[in-house]
Structure formats: structure tokens, C-alpha cells
């Protein structure tokens, strides 16, 4: 029996339904994953991009000699609103960056009106992390940028592993979880500190000796080390500046012999010492304060840093000024020289901000690239004057060193370095906490 015959279609009668030009762009054909030429102008700026806009000249000059060799990446503007609305003001096109901004500026120089991009839709949700994690993998960015971001990322709920991990992907070699962590402490530094680190004027190495200072010693440390100390000394003399400022506290040390320091579960205001004899109590700990209120001492801390950096420019003043060659100046010569070989050794210190304040004095003579150059060639040499200016200029620095990290009351050293800048370098105490402690003014009186 022969088969059935097929049925023939039938033709729809139904008109096919009409897109409206503004929807064209977006059809069912357009998949996350597909590279779409877009205009230009149809693109805006990532809101969490905060990589600054750095090197887009370069850029173009590299695409227009060999090509865009790398699509950017972009998520329609109505579905990164659904999952960011707190950023819908900065949202300006139809079309937000995913990551690729650096190109879409540098072919905006170009005047391109179109560049290839990869719809990426499907990655909404992760588009905070990938532009994070874009910006540390290609960006050559300031420590401080780097700390920013391991923040960011660490409040997007990512641990340091994980962020290590993220980033070190495709980087060239690896980064490690102890460097994300210290990039990040970064950012508890004093604001003059990361001011500093900003704008290159302390490296990151200095920087992180910092950290154990508090923020009233991290800018004397700053000091220092813009004076030309070396980070390692600085950080050393705050600290020990910070050990003879501690009072002498006593408190009952108690041995258990057996290791078992708890109380005895009878007598709780005893000890018990391993042999059954009971011990003395403990010291009773001092409450916590609930907040760091103002003081004297606060003051006093300001005022000391105000009159360290007055006598400062004073040094600079009479070094510039003095002729180590006239007799007339061999007395003043003699005695700071005196008073530095009766300081405690810093001379290392001394030496880097007397080579700093011979530069800034115009009185350097030698086109040295440090410190430890220059005061080698000048002991080379054969110049008695050259000598002679460098030793004043570093005994000179010496006794200010010492003056500026005392923090308790000056002694007779400190106090003849200042009356001797008040003599030959027409200085003025100007706070009040200086000239208590020069005896100008009666110690802890009207301020």
C-alpha cells in the first residue's frame, strides 16, 4: 500500500512583527560572548573605575601603528541598572564598560566613530571584582592605588588568599597574601604619610616603617626622612624617643613555677606561687581611657614641631650665611663642632640633612648624588674649606637632630644649640613650649 502523501504547510497569514529602530541593536541574535561594533558614542565610562586616566596618548599612538589588538568589554545600560540603580546618574549611554576604557579614549583621540566590543551581559554581577582585578593585572599603579583596590575587594567579601590568587593569575610571577595585607595598612597612615606616598616623595619601603609610629610620629618620622635621615635611623630615634617618654611603672611579678599564673578558686585575691605559699596580687590594670581627650601635652607635641621646623630653617640660614674661612667665624665653628662630638652618635643622619641643607643653600660644590658620596669625595679631597663647611653643616645638623627628637625636657646641650641659632642666626622662639624651655617664659604658666 503506498504511503500517505505530506500534508502541505500552511502559510501564515499573521504579518511579521515590527522593531522599533531604537531596538534594533539589541535583537535575539545578540548573545553574551558576541563582538559587536559599536559606536563610540553609544559607550560610557565603569562607575567603579577609579584607575587614573594615565598614558592614553601612547595608547593611541600604539593602536593607530598596529591596530586595536584586543576588544574592549561592555554590559547594556538597562541591565547594569537593574543590578547597580545607585549609580544611575552616572550612567550617560546606552552602553556601560565592562573594562577596556584606556582603548575607547585613546581611539576617541583616534576619531574613530566605531570600536569592536564583547557583550558581556552575563558577567553583571561580578562587574565591581573583574574591574578591580582588570585594574591590578594591567595597570601600573601607586601603591596607594593597589592598597585601594585590595580594599575594595576585601569588602566585596574576598580574603587575602583569594585575592592574591585573583590578581596573580596573569600577572608576571606571583603575588602573595602577606603583600596584599601590607598594601592594605597602607592605608591607616597618617594623611601627610600617604600624602607623601601619593606623590612620590616617600617610597613605599619608608613608608612602611612608619606603621608602628602613631600618627603624631609618623609626621616627625616624615620629617626626618624629607631631611635627608635614613628611614631605618629615623624610625630608631622616634622609638627611642618614645622609650624615654614612658614612665616607670611597677607592677607585681609573679612567679607560678608550674606555669599556672590563674588565682586560687578559694581566695581569688591570691596567686598561687607552685609551693603553696601564696603570692601577692597583681597590680590592678588602670581602666581605659574611652577617649584621648586633649592636654598639655598635646600642645606641647605641636609647639615642639612647630619650633623644630623654625630652628630648622635657621640652621639652613646660617649655614648659607657662614664664612668658615674668616677667623671671626672660628669660634661659632668651634662650638657646635664641640657640641656634636658630645652627642650621642647619629652621624649618618646628621650627614644626610646637612647634605640636604647644603643643596637647598647652594653650597654643596659637589655634583654628588647622595649623602655618603659627597662627604667620601670631601674627605678625599684636598680643600680645607670644603671640609670645613661639610663638618659644620653635619655638626650643625647633628644638634639639631638631637634637639628636635627631645621630647622631654631639654638639658644644657639642647639649650646652648638654640641660644647659639638665636645669636648667630637671628632666631626667635616663637611657642610657648620652647620658651619654657629655655627658661623665657616660667614652665606651665600662660600659654
Avoid at 552616572?90 to 564598560?97: D, G, K, M
Avoid at 591590578?136 to 599603579?141: E, G, I, V
Avoid at 667620601?376 to 661639610?390: E, F, K, M, P, V
Wanted: charged share 25%.
Amino acid at each position: 500500500m503506498a504511503g500517505a502523501l505530506p500534508r502541505p504547510k500552511r502559510k501564515s497569514t499573521k504579518s511579521k512583527p515590527e522593531v522599533a529602530p531604537e531596538e534594533v541593536l539589541y535583537t535575539d541574535t545578540d548573545r553574551s560572548g558576541d563582538t559587536l561594533d559599536l559606536e563610540l558614542s553609544s559607550l560610557c565610562p565603569n562607575p567603579f573605575n577609579k584607575r587614573e586616566k594615565k598614558g592614553v596618548p601612547e595608547l593611541a599612538a600604539t593602536i593607530d601603528q598596529v591596530g586595536l589588538l584586543q576588544s574592549i568589554a561592555h554590559i547594556r545600560a538597562d541591565v547594569w541598572l537593574e543590578t547597580y540603580p545607585e549609580t544611575k546618574d552616572q550612567i550617560t549611554a546606552p552602553n556601560v564598560i565592562l573594562f577596556g576604557e584606556h582603548r575607547w579614549l585613546a581611539c576617541q583621540e583616534l576619531g574613530w566613530e566605531t570600536i569592536p566590543s564583547v557583550l558581556r551581559d552575563d558577567k553583571v554581577e561580578d562587574a565591581r571584582l573583574i574591574t578591580l582585578i582588570e585594574n591590578l593585572r594591567r595597570a601600573q599603579l601607586s601603591p596607594l592605588e593597589e592598597a585601594e583596590h585590595y580594599q575594595a575587594l576585601r569588602e566585596a567579601g574576598l580574603s587575602y588568599e583569594q585575592i592574591a590568587e585573583k590578581v596573580g593569575e596573569t600577572a608576571n610571577g606571583a603575588v602573595s597574601k602577606g603583600t596584599v595585607w601590607k598594601r592594605i595598612k597602607l592605608l591607616q597612615l597618617a594623611p601627610a604619610v600617604q600624602e607623601a606616598l601619593r606623590d612620590g616623595t616617600l617610597k613605599v619601603s619608608a613608608a612602611e616603617k612608619a606603621q608602628q609610629l602613631d600618627h603624631d610620629d609618623q609626621e616627625d618620622y616624615l620629617g626626618l626622612v624629607r631631611g635627608g635621615a635614613h628611614p631605618a635611623e629615623a624610625q630608631a630615634q622616634i622609638l627611642a624617643r618614645q622609650r624615654q617618654d614612658e614612665p616607670a611603672e611597677t607592677s607585681a611579678a609573679v612567679s607560678t613555677g608550674n606555669g599556672d599564673a590563674n588565682p586560687g578558686a578559694d581566695d581569688p585575691e591570691t596567686v598561687s606561687t607552685g609551693n603553696g605559699a601564696p603570692a601577692a596580687p597583681p597590680a590592678p590594670r588602670k581602666p581605659k581611657q574611652a577617649a584621648k581627650q586633649p592636654s598639655a601635652r598635646d600642645k606641647d607635641d605641636t609647639d615642639r614641631r612647630t619650633a623644630a621646623a623654625a630652628r630648622e630653617a635657621a640652621c639652613r640660614a646660617l649655614l648659607g650665611s657662614t664664612d668658615v674661612t674668616a677667623p671671626a667665624s672660628s669660634e661659632l665653628i668651634l662650638s657646635v663642632l664641640t657640641a656634636a662630638m658630645f652627642a650621642p652618635p647619629q652621624q649618618s643622619a646628621a650627614q644626610q640633612r646637612a647634605f640636604t641643607w647644603l643643596k637647598e643653600t647652594g653650597r654643596c660644590g659637589l655634583d654628588a648624588a647622595d649623602a655618603a658620596t659627597y662627604f667620601a669625595a670631601i674627605q678625599d679631597s684636598d680643600d680645607a674649606t670644603a671640609q670645613r663647611l661639610a663638618a659644620f653643616a653635619a655638626a650643625l645638623a647633628a644638634a639639631e637632630l638631637r634637639t628636635a627628637a627631645r621630647r622631654q625636657s631639654w638639658g644644657s646641650r639642647e639649650r646652648n644649640h638654640v641660644r647659639l641659632l638665636q645669636e648667630h642666626a637671628d632666631y626667635e622662639p616663637q611657642t610657648a613650649w620652647e620658651k619654657a624651655e629655655l627658661g623665657l617664659v616660667a614652665a606651665g604658666g600662660p600659654r
